[in-house]
C-alpha cells in the first residue's frame, strides 16, 4: 500500500492526467476498498482497525476527486503548481463572460419549459466543449495556466446547470 501522503493518481495507480478511464479508476477504487476494509484488521487490534479506517477514508476521497471532471481538473491544476483560487481569482474571459450573460438573461427571462430544456442542451454542450478542452491543455499542451480559466468556466457551467435545473424542476 503507499503512503497516505501519496497524491490520488499515485494512490489508485493511474497517470496524472485529465483523461481517465471511469471503469479502471471504479475498479482500482473497489480493489483498493476490499484491501483496506476494517474487518480484514479484527484480529490485529484497535489500531490497525483504525489505520484501516484512515485509509478507507482517503481512499473514497480521492475516488471523489478523481471521478467528478471539475475536481479532478482543479486537482491537476493544483499538482502541477497552479491552484484555482476560485475565491480570489475570478478572471474570464470576455467571450465567456458575455455567454454568461446571455445564459443568465435567458434564465430569468424564460418559465416556457421548451426553451429552458433548450438552454440546458446549450449548458451541456458547452460543458462538454470545456471539459474537452481541459483533456487538450492538461494532457497534451501541458498548458496549465489556461487550464486554470476552464476550470473556472467550469465551475460556472456547473453551478448554473442546477440553476436551469432548479427552474426546470419547478415548471414540470
Given at each position: ?42 484480529a ?24 467528478d ?67 487538450q ?36
Amino acid at each position: 500500500m503507499k503512503s497516505l501522503q501519496a497524491n490520488d493518481f499515485e494512490l489508485f495507480e493511474l497517470p496524472q492526467q485529465f483523461a481517465l478511464d471511469r471503469a479502471q479508476l471504479d475498479e482500482r477504487w473497489k480493489a483498493l476498498q476490499r484491501e483496506v476494509h476494517p474487518d480484514r484488521f479484527a484480529a490485529q487490534g484497535a489500531a490497525a482497525q483504525r489505520m484501516a479506517m484512515q485509509w478507507s477514508v482517503r481512499i473514497n476521497e480521492a475516488y471523489q476527486r478523481l471521478k467528478d471532471p471539475l475536481k479532478r481538473a482543479a486537482y491537476l491544476c493544483e499538482l502541477r503548481g497552479q491552484p484555482v483560487n476560485a475565491e480570489s481569482n475570478t478572471t474570464m474571459p470576455p467571450a465567456f463572460l458575455m455567454q454568461q450573460m446571455e445564459w443568465r438573461e435567458a434564465l430569468e427571462d424564460t418559465s416556457d419549459v421548451a426553451a429552458l430544456e433548450n438552454l440546458a442542451d446549450d449548458v451541456a454542450a458547452e460543458r462538454s466543449r470545456v471539459q474537452q478542452s481541459l483533456g487538450q491543455l492538461l494532457d497534451v499542451q501541458q498548458d496549465v495556466q489556461a487550464a486554470v480559466g476552464q476550470v473556472r468556466a467550469l465551475m460556472f457551467i456547473e453551478r448554473f446547470t442546477t440553476e436551469v435545473n432548479a427552474k426546470l424542476d419547478q415548471h414540470s
